[in-house]
């Protein structure tokens, strides 16, 4: 496609489900980023896709987080039992950096909006 | 550990007004700067990236310069208008990794 997409836009569950999240970055882009950004803070690094390398989680902040990405495309990140201070916006972001560390130019998706009631 | 700071936090400034957001680092050894927008409710969007061998990118009124030595980066918005009101940040990739470190965020309302 033409940008990141991400998907649902908005989610609200109850607390103690689990939840799934999607995005699709843009086409030929080997490297996907997840963050989450909560109301009023910055961006919170999750986890890093590149290729077939194994991801880089040292960003999730508890067991309970996990992300997967298929095919080196779609990313699936998964949140189990979820509780309300995970409410916060999830964004996706691809890159596509065969040029080198000084091309990697990020490219964000809209977010997914997760409210934990 | 890379630190990135920006100043100020928030401003607000009437329409015509030419501006500069500011975005520090702690650690200049980096590869590139990339500065974002994000409105309300959106996600973020590239405006400009600068590589470590650059000293400024220019894109229509925006121009972004780097001085590695200082650890500072600047954005210069010229003749502000209403729709450039959102929050503008920096992200500094750095430190072996493909991971960026992003500032907070400068708050910036331009009113009529």
């Known amino acids: 496609g033409a940008g990141v997409s991400q998907s649902p836009s908005n989610k609200v569950t109850e607390k103690g489900k689990d939840v799934e999240l999607r995005c699709d970055p843009i086409?030929?882009?080997?490297?996907l980023y997840w963050y989450r950004q909560s109301l009023g803070q910055g961006l919170e690094f999750l986890i890093y896709f590149q290729g077939n390398s194994a991801p880089d989680k040292s960003g999730l902040p508890s067991d309970r987080f996990s992300a997967e990405r298929t095919g080196g495309s779609v990313s699936t990140l998964t949140i189990q039992r979820t509780q309300q201070e995970d409410s916060a916006v999830y964004l996706c972001?691809?890159?596509?950096?065969?040029?080198?560390?000084?091309?990697?130019?990020?490219?964000f998706g809209p977010g997914t909006r997760l409210t934990v009631l | 550990k890379q630190e990135v700071t920006q100043i100020p936090a928030a401003l607000s400034v009437p329409e015509g007004e030419n501006l500069v957001l500011n975005c520090s680092f702690t650690d200049s050894a980096i590869y590139n700067l990339q500065w974002f927008r994000q409105d309300p409710g959106k996600g973020l969007t590239s405006l400009l990236l600068i590589q470590s061998s650059q000293r400024e990118q220019t894109s229509g009124r925006l121009n972004a310069s780097l001085d590695k030595s200082s650890g500072r980066s600047t954005l210069y918005i010229a003749a502000s208008q209403p729709g450039d009101s959102a929050t503008y940040l920096c992200a500094v990739s750095s430190g072996g990794s493909y991971i960026p470190t992003f500032g907070r965020g400068t708050s910036l309302i331009v009113h009529p």
């Open positions: 086409s030929g882009h080997t490297a």
């Open positions: 972001a691809s890159s596509s950096p065969t040029g080198g560390r000084w091309y990697n130019e990020q490219f």
